[in-house]
């Protein structure tokens, strides 16, 4: 209620119509239009006050309003006015900076897409983003947002992804390449094929992340209310031992002025606010300044491997040819055949054939022994594509020992397959997981900002886990770990006194109740993270690992600058009101004192805005 814009006014209004009636002679004219302002103000102020009462709180409203009555009784009406246009102007003051704070959460909400183009046949309809299904073809326009998560059909499309990453440049997605919905096209139209329900989209999450952002409060807010639980009684006790040691009321009256820092005590959550915007310019969903100050406070980093640390992605390193078949050769068999597998190495099989422009075949008689290899036939040849051990077993023999002629080694996330043709060794193809960008300083960056252990969990091997945190600087291993294990590791980790305030960082599903039981969960965007980012309390959108060690330090800078305002802010609050309790702040430059303490603490605050 005391946001309300047209407050400020009146009571800017009636002091300005007070003072002019004033230096005409009319002097009891003056008091009334100034008594007026104040009225105006008090009205909502009690009201405002008397719901928080009733819900148990005490806030410095009450302190304005004491301040405001006890002005109007004791006949100093300018004072009571230039005290309703502090309330009423901080309030606005605040809105408009909690606004400005928000700015960067609520675009984001506000350019969700709303309606697709859909193909029916050879013509389009519109359509709401809600009734698209998966398999659906749609038309993105140039300027238009991507509507859902789907599968670029067209040769390329240019993609404008700044508002979930950060990055300013556009990025070029080629054919079968996946865009994520609530990216911009900023190229020519393209055509995308569904491969989400809008619901379950990358964007879609994110807003949802957003919303709950707004609802939440940082422990420092709500303690900062508590203050004023204890700020009343204290103004009123300095109120009442200048007004007893004088004998002069309004000695009182001026302790209580400049004892009505309301726009102060908000200067904490504006902090918050204004850092969860800072992080979303970043690419960096926090939900809500409650998890920012955890951050802030952050002391252990708990890191997983797989998409975390690295890409998730296996790429082509290198293909390793034994016998008369050329490199591309076997890899078109090997992709032919592991188009029909389920293994997580056969999707970057085939899409490395089709970087390379490899027509494909459809194998016939296939077979796979799930995690170990496939068999089948491709253009009248036998093809199997597996381990070593697997092949042996399937009737190549000697093919440890003349893969191990080639030992590339397995270490840093490395794996090799086995490629055999009609029962023959034909290759052995290298593929590497390669560390996401920003994680060989990521470790460094986090003891930097005061964290004291940076540790590895990861499901791998010991000897892959121990490659990877050796290249990424980082000293602690826990390999071969289950989601349970996973569990456990957190678990320990929070139950020692000294490494309070356990951060988890994971993508995929098997993290996610790892990020539900750390104090803070963060969530890297990738294919796994739809179900873990639902369970974490900050997912990052950009595809870089240092956001994990700036999503940690703008936790520190929202946490300082929320403490810095609230501690400096009533510190001159309490020096104001000890000079207004020996007699020298006069109650309406105690006022105007105070309109400036309150500015100034907000302006600060949203410093946390800035990097």
């Given at each position: 209620?005391?946001?309300?814009?047209?407050?400020?006014?009146?009571?800017?209004?009636?002091?300005?119509?007070?003072?002019?009636?004033w230096?005409?002679?009319?002097?009891?004219?003056?008091?009334?239009?100034?008594?007026?302002?104040?009225?105006?103000?008090?009205?909502?102020?009690?009201?405002?006050?008397?719901?928080?009462?009733?819900?148990?709180?005490?806030?410095v409203?009450?302190?304005?309003?004491?301040?405001?009555?006890?002005?109007?009784?004791?006949?100093?009406?300018?004072?009571?006015?230039?005290?309703?246009?502090?309330?009423?102007?901080?309030?606005?003051?605040?809105?408009?900076?909690?606004?400005?704070?928000?700015?960067?959460?609520?675009?984001l909400?506000?350019?969700?897409?709303?309606?697709?183009?859909?193909?029916?046949?050879?013509?389009l309809?519109?359509?709401?983003?809600?009734?698209?299904?998966?398999?659906?073809?749609?038309?993105?326009?140039?300027?238009?947002?991507?509507?859902?998560?789907?599968?670029?059909?067209?040769?390329?499309?240019?993609?404008?992804?700044?508002?979930?990453?950060?990055?300013?440049?556009?990025?070029?997605?080629?054919?079968?390449?996946?865009?994520?919905?609530?990216?911009?096209?900023?190229?020519d139209?393209?055509d995308?094929?569904?491969?989400?329900?809008?619901?379950?989209?990358?964007?879609?999450?994110?807003?949802r992340?957003?919303?709950?952002?707004?609802?939440?409060?940082?422990?420092?807010?709500?303690?900062?209310?508590?203050?004023?639980?204890?700020?009343?009684?204290?103004?009123?006790?300095?109120?009442?031992?200048?007004?007893?040691?004088?004998?002069?009321?309004?000695?009182?009256?001026?302790?209580?002025?400049?004892?009505?820092?309301?726009p102060?005590?908000?200067?904490a959550?504006?902090?918050?606010?204004?850092?969860?915007?800072?992080?979303?310019?970043?690419?960096?969903?926090?939900?809500?300044?409650?998890?920012?100050?955890?951050?802030?406070?952050?002391?252990?980093?708990?890191?997983?491997?797989?998409?975390?640390?690295?890409?998730?992605?296996?790429?082509?390193?290198?293909?390793?040819?034994?016998g008369?078949?050329?490199?591309?050769?076997?890899?078109?068999?090997?992709?032919?055949?592991?188009?029909?597998?389920?293994?997580?190495?056969?999707?970057?099989?085939?899409?490395?054939?089709?970087?390379?422009?490899?027509?494909?075949?459809?194998?016939?008689?296939?077979?796979?022994?799930?995690?170990?290899?496939?068999?089948?036939?491709?253009?009248?040849?036998?093809?199997?594509?597996?381990?070593?051990?697997?092949?042996?077993?399937?009737?190549?023999?000697?093919?440890?020992?003349?893969?191990?002629?080639?030992?590339?080694?397995?270490?840093?996330?490395?794996?090799k397959?086995?490629?055999?043709?009609?029962?023959?060794?034909?290759?052995?193809i290298?593929?590497?997981?390669?560390?996401?960008?920003?994680?060989?300083?990521?470790?460094?960056?986090?003891?930097?900002?005061?964290?004291?252990?940076?540790?590895?969990?990861?499901?791998?091997?010991?000897?892959?886990?121990?490659?990877?945190?050796?290249?990424?600087?980082?000293?602690?291993?826990?390999?071969?770990?289950?989601?349970?294990?996973?569990?456990?590791v957190?678990?320990?980790?929070?139950d020692?006194?000294?490494?309070?305030?356990?951060?988890?960082?994971?993508?995929?599903?098997?993290?996610?109740?790892?990020?539900?039981?750390?104090?803070?969960?963060?969530?890297?965007?990738?294919?796994?993270?739809?179900?873990?980012?639902?369970?974490?309390?900050?997912?990052?959108?950009?595809?870089?690992?240092?956001?994990?060690?700036?999503?940690?330090?703008?936790?520190?800078?929202?946490?300082?600058?929320?403490?810095?305002?609230?501690?400096?802010?009533?510190?001159?609050?309490?020096?104001?009101?000890?000079?207004?309790?020996?007699?020298?702040?006069?109650?309406?430059?105690?006022?105007?004192?105070?309109?400036?303490?309150d500015?100034?603490?907000?302006?600060?605050?949203?410093?946390?805005?800035?990097?």
């Amino acid at each position: 209620m005391l946001r309300d814009r047209g407050l400020p006014v009146v009571a800017l209004g009636s002091i300005v119509a007070g003072g002019a009636l004033w230096l005409s002679g009319h002097e009891n004219s003056a008091d009334i239009a100034w008594a007026v302002g104040a009225v105006a103000v008090l009205v909502p102020l009690v009201i405002s006050t008397a719901r928080a009462l009733l819900r148990g709180d005490v806030g410095v409203d009450a302190i304005a309003l004491v301040a405001i009555v006890w002005a109007l009784a004791l006949g100093e009406f300018l004072a009571g006015a230039i005290v309703a246009l502090m309330m009423s102007g901080g309030a606005a003051l605040e809105a408009w900076a909690d606004g400005r704070a928000r700015r960067e959460l609520r675009l984001l909400v506000e350019r969700a897409p709303r309606i697709a183009h859909r193909y029916v046949g050879e013509s389009l309809e519109e359509v709401q983003v809600e009734d698209l299904l998966v398999g659906d073809l749609v038309s993105v326009r140039a300027g238009e947002i991507v509507p859902a998560d789907g599968t670029v059909t067209s040769r390329e499309a240019v993609l404008d992804e700044s508002a979930l990453t950060g990055e300013a440049l556009p990025v070029t997605i080629t054919s079968h390449g996946q865009a994520r919905s609530g990216t911009a096209n900023a190229g020519d139209t393209f055509d995308l094929r569904i491969t989400a329900p809008a619901a379950q989209s990358a964007y879609a999450a994110i807003v949802r992340l957003v919303r709950s952002a707004e609802v939440d409060r940082a422990q420092f807010t709500r303690l900062a209310d508590r203050y004023a639980a204890y700020f009343l009684p204290f103004s009123l006790a300095v109120a009442g031992l200048a007004w007893l040691a004088s004998g002069d009321p309004t000695r009182g009256l001026a302790v209580m002025v400049v004892a009505t820092p309301c726009p102060l005590i908000l200067a904490a959550p504006i902090a918050f606010v204004a850092g969860l915007s800072r992080a979303a310019r970043a690419g960096i969903i926090v939900k809500g300044g409650g998890v920012l100050e955890r951050l802030g406070t952050a002391r252990t980093v708990l890191l997983d491997k797989t998409g975390t640390l690295t890409l998730g992605e296996p790429k082509l390193e290198e293909i390793i040819v034994y016998g008369k078949l050329s490199a591309d050769h076997v890899l078109r068999l090997a992709a032919s055949i592991d188009q029909m597998s389920t293994h997580v190495l056969a999707e970057s099989l085939v899409s490395a054939a089709a970087a390379r422009e490899l027509a494909l075949s459809i194998p016939t008689g296939v077979s796979e022994d799930a995690g170990r290899g496939i068999v089948g036939t491709i253009d009248g040849s036998t093809v199997a594509v597996g381990s070593s051990g697997w092949l042996e077993s399937n009737g190549y023999i000697g093919v440890r020992e003349r893969a191990r002629e080639h030992d590339t080694g397995e270490g840093a996330g490395r794996a090799k397959i086995l490629v055999g043709v009609d029962g023959a060794l034909a290759a052995v193809i290298v593929m590497g997981d390669r560390l996401r960008p920003g994680a060989h300083t990521l470790a460094r960056e986090l003891q930097s900002l005061g964290v004291t252990t940076v540790a590895l969990v990861t499901g791998d091997r010991a000897e892959i886990a121990e490659e990877v945190a050796r290249t990424a600087g980082i000293e602690h291993v826990y390999s071969e770990q289950t989601p349970e294990g996973k569990l456990d590791v957190v678990r320990a980790t929070r139950d020692r006194e000294e490494m309070r305030n356990v951060v988890m960082v994971g993508d995929g599903i098997n993290d996610a109740p790892a990020l539900a039981l750390a104090d803070v969960g963060i969530a890297i965007a990738g294919k796994g993270a739809t179900i873990s980012s639902e369970t974490a309390d900050v997912v990052i959108t950009v595809d870089n690992a240092n956001r994990v060690a700036l999503s940690i330090g703008i936790g520190q800078r929202s946490l300082h600058i929320a403490r810095q305002s609230v501690g400096y802010g009533l510190g001159l609050s309490v020096a104001a009101m000890l000079f207004a309790a020996f007699g020298y702040l006069p109650p309406v430059w105690g006022a105007l004192f105070q309109e400036v303490i309150d500015v100034a603490v907000i302006l600060n605050a949203l410093r946390a805005l800035r990097a």
